[in-house]
């Protein structure tokens, strides 16, 4: 890479560059540990794969968004009750887990110290309904947020998942061209 | 982060104190700033009652403050307003998440903006907050402490108005960013269709997702290429061009392997790079070439 490249530039191919490295990591070790007679079902090996996606990308974004922090959250608690993606956990970087237990903590801390229930923003129908609200069921971990906060998670998690589906077409067009 | 955010808030409260604003019986939240502490100290234990005439608690708040700053925070900003407006109580809520980009224009919104009923009380707030205003006008500022909306020419005054608009303007500056960002949104005006719009592209992203595992579930076990090898032995300045770097050279490879002219349509696809391939070949010249080369020959 250049050095007179601007930091905006960087950015989305350092985000694809990572989040390629740690997503073929993460298929490999899908495919070479367990013989392929281990899942045979199609869906349950595209679902893992999903998942391996998902979880390198919010691995790459790491604590700095809520969205990534929800979606690491699920896939581990998922992966608690399941114990089936044994994998995941090893990859863990200490130091995000440290912070992402701690900000875990303080999310729901927040959640129990409930708001007066006197307040209207239960009702608030900006919120609950309309397009605003199908917007905070598709972001992961935006659902009790502000407009602002909403939108600036949405930007962000778009500009992801794009790199994401980039990364990921040209990794099947590589493995369907050999 | 919470003991940053509660000086802040005791700044501001200073601020607003040296004004000398006359007192009032309502309990709202610019009433809490605007009186000495002691009195504030009283609306955070009695929130429901009418202020008492100002009794003398020297430096109670300040005490109890640095006791429990998450707590009285919290407790500051949860005051109840139940006939106050309800987008504070929204704003509020997020404070505790924890960025002070949030706390700010929440903490500047009540200085600049408070319901009053009194047309004399609105007067004073204005009056306070353009003495307190600084010469730079936010419109889209993430980090400064005080978001300062002057009424324009022909638009309302009310102080309700000024901070919906501050909010309003805010959304609407992410929302253009996330217009140009979505691919087709530009032609679309008002917000309704711009929203969809971004829900039919977060949809069809998370479909596209599936789509591809799905295909990458079909092909992978097919052809077993180790390329965590590669990613681990190259080394040096061309790390972070790692993948671009080896999806060419394995496509390069491949154009050896199989004579097909592939290579031209990838620099389409992937961005930067042209210097780093030819560091790599260079680099990986005897080794994971071949190696590579034999694992696709065993696989096929």
Known sequence: MSPSQQPTEKNPTNLKNQFARRFVRALNSLHNPKKSAHDNQMHRRSRRIKIAAYNAMASVVGSRRTWSRAVLWKIRNRSRTQGLFRNNRKRVDHQIVTNYHHRHHVKLSIKRRNPNPKREVYFDPSRYSGQEAKLRKLVPGAENMDSWCLVDEATDYINCLAAQVEVMKTLVDLYTAT | MSSELFQFVDEEIEN????????????????????????????????????????????????????????????????????????????????????????????????????????????????????????????????????????????????????????REKINARMKFLQELVPGCNKVTGTAMVLDEIINHVQTLQLQVEFLSMKLAAVHPRVDINLDSLFSSESGPSMDCNFTGIVSQSWWLDGQVNGNTQLTWHPDRLNNFVTPETSLLTYDSGNSASWLTSQLKMEL
Do not use: W, Y
């Open chain 2, 16 to 167: 607003l104190m040296s004004s000398e604003p006359p007192l009032e019986n309502g309990n709202t939240f610019t009433a809490l700033l605007e009186l000495p502490p002691n009195q504030a100290v009283k609306l955070l234990h009695s929130p429901e009652e009418p202020l008492p005439t100002p009794n003398v608690f020297p430096s109670v708040f300040s005490a109890t403050a640095k006791e429990n700053s998450p707590e009285t925070t919290s407790s500051i900003l949860t005051l109840p307003n139940p006939d106050r407006n309800t987008s504070n109580p929204v704003k509020q809520e997020p404070l505790e998440s924890g960025s002070l980009q949030n706390a700010s224009p929440i903490c500047s919104d009540p200085i600049t903006s408070r319901p009053t009923k009194r047309k004399d009380r609105e007067k004073t707030v204005k009056s306070s907050a353009k003495k307190i205003k600084s010469a730079a006008k936010v419109t889209e500022g993430e980090k400064l402490p005080f978001v300062h909306v002057r009424a324009r020419r022909g638009e309302a005054t009310d102080s309700h108005s000024l901070a919906e608009r501050a909010r």
